[in-house]
C-alpha cells in the first residue's frame, strides 16, 4: 500500500470518528469498504481511479456491514453513485448524497422489498 492511500484511509476513518459508517451500528470502524465494489468489472465499467477514490469508500467494523455498504452491481444506484463520484459537486455533498443512497437500500432490504 502506498503511502498516499494510507493517509487518505487515515483521513476516512478520522472523518468517521473512526465509528463504522453503517447507519445504527456505532461499533469502531477498521475495515475499508467499497460502494462500488472492488472488482475487475467495476474497474472496467467506472475506472480504476473511481473504484480507488476516497468518495467510494467507508469505514466499516466488519464483513456483514461491509455487504451492507456494497450499493451492487448494474443498478441504478451504482450509476448514480458513479456519476455523483466524477460530479463536480464538494466533497461532502457526494458524501452526503452516496450514504443516503446506502440507508435506502439497505431500508428497503429489510423491509424485503426487491431493490434491483
Do not use: P
Not at 463520484?85 to 455533498?93: G, R
Amino acid at each position: 500500500m502506498k503511502a498516499n492511500e494510507r493517509e487518505k484511509i487515515r483521513e476516512l476513518y478520522e472523518e468517521q470518528n473512526w465509528i463504522c459508517a453503517v447507519e445504527g451500528c456505532n461499533k469502531g470502524a477498521f475495515q475499508r469498504a467499497h460502494i462500488l465494489g472492488n472488482t475487475k468489472l467495476n474497474r472496467h465499467l467506472y475506472t480504476d481511479a473511481v473504484i480507488d477514490s476516497k468518495e467510494n469508500w467507508r469505514g466499516v467494523c466488519s464483513l456483514e456491514c461491509n455487504k451492507k455498504v456494497d450499493i451492487g452491481k448494474g443498478t441504478l444506484r451504482a450509476e448514480i453513485v458513479y456519476q455523483t463520484i466524477i460530479s463536480d459537486k464538494s466533497y461532502t455533498d457526494k458524501w452526503n448524497l452516496i450514504n443516503d443512497l446506502i440507508i435506502e437500500k439497505n431500508e428497503l432490504r429489510e423491509a424485503k422489498i426487491d431493490i434491483k
